[in-house]
Antibody, heavy 120, light 106 residues
Framework: QLQLQESGPGLVKPSETLSLTCTVS??????????WGWIRQSPGKGLEWIGS???????FYNPSLQSRVTMSVDTSKNQFYLSLSSVTAADTALYYC????????????WGQGTLLTVSS | EIVMTQSPATLSVSPGERATLSCRAS??????LAWYQQKPGQAPRLLIY???TRATGIPARFSGSGSGTQFTLTISSLQSEDFAVYFC????????FGGGTKVEIK
């Protein structure tokens, strides 16, 4: 059974860069059938798609976050990553990683989420 | 960006009753619309895709309808495990979510 697990620092200072990891088990990020995405959830903005990556490294970002987002994948570790620069309090949220079958598609498997707080 | 608006924000329903949730898109998304259920402390779970197709393992009491800009999720007879927050998501033009409808016990 596919499982996704997010990990990250929990607390990041304003203006710094947050880095999150999603570890996939029970499946492979190298599968040509899926994309791997990041979604965040905050009380103020609800659910927001951040971006997605394909196993060969093609990336697709939410236009509203594109200037600050970088995603990457490490097939040898079965992990993919999110980097968000110049964070502010508005980036405080629960961050999920998830799988989707097509870029313009639905998320059929999700991690449990990792809470990220931006505070000095 | 396509804005998804859900209504009502909160729906109070008695167990066994029908619940009808609405989702409106700021422009047409054809039938590229999904519904998710989220319970406290859990990630969202996919219920419906293609506006009306139930995902694997989803009970028949969940049904979706609509196309273009207006969509509905109906839960025909609410069970105790159905009290949760429901989100719609469009995937016609990038990916955006609605703000959610909380279905609570009346």
């Amino acid at each position: 059974q596919l499982q996704l697990q997010e990990s990250g620092p929990g607390l990041v200072k304003p203006s710094e860069t947050l880095s999150l990891t999603c570890t996939v088990s029970g499946g492979s990020v190298s599968s040509s059938s899926y994309y791997w995405g990041w979604i965040r959830q905050s009380p103020g903005k609800g659910l927001e798609w951040i971006g997605s990556i394909y196993y060969v490294g093609n990336t697709f970002y939410n236009p509203s976050l594109q200037s600050r987002v970088t995603m990457s994948v490490d097939t040898s570790k079965n992990q993919f990553y999110l980097s968000l620069s110049s964070v502010t309090a508005a980036d405080t949220a629960l961050y999920y990683c998830a799988r989707h079958e097509s870029l313009l598609g639905t998320f059929d498997s999700w991690g449990q989420g990792t809470l990220l707080t931006v505070s000095s | 960006e396509i804005v998804m608006t859900q209504s009502p924000a909160t729906l109070s329903v008695s167990p066994g009753e029908r619940a009808t949730l609405s989702c409106r898109a700021s422009q047409s998304v054809d039938i590229n619309l999904a519904w998710y259920q989220q319970k406290p402390g859990q990630a969202p779970r996919l219920l419906i895709y293609g506006a009306s197709t139930r995902a694997t393992g989803i009970p028949a009491r969940f049904s979706g309808s609509g196309s273009g800009t207006q969509f509905t999720l109906t839960i025909s007879s609410l069970q105790s495990e159905d009290f949760a927050v429901y989100f719609c998501q469009q995937y016609n033009n990038w990916l955006t979510f609605g703000g959610g409808t909380k279905v609570e016990i009346k």
